[in-house]
């Protein structure tokens, strides 16, 4: 039996592909934006780090606020 997550996250692009460009241009001009993927919005949330408060980093990837404070609590790796 496994532990953690399985594989079947690993087949779907929205978890394994990011459009670094996009992620660069969003982190620099810190624009909100709706169409990223999963992975995507992790790695701008990271980015933002530290430089903006959660709830700010919440509204510019489209989530939670309690959703940035985990993805940072968890690991950002971990997160993406």
Excluded: F, N
């Excluded at 241009?25 to 933002?48: F, N, Q």
């Excluded at 309690?66 to 609590?73: D, F, L, P, S």
């Amino acid at each position: 039996m496994s532990t953690g997550r399985t594989g079947w996250h690993e087949a779907r692009p929205c978890w394994r592909e990011a459009d670094t460009y996009d992620i660069d241009v969003i982190v620099r001009e810190r624009r909100p934006t709706d169409s990223l993927t999963r992975l995507e919005r992790v790695l701008v949330a990271r980015g933002l780090h530290g430089q903006l408060p959660g709830t700010e980093i919440a509204r510019i990837v489209g989530v939670h606020p309690r959703t940035v404070w985990r993805w940072a609590a968890d690991g950002w790796k971990q997160a993406a």
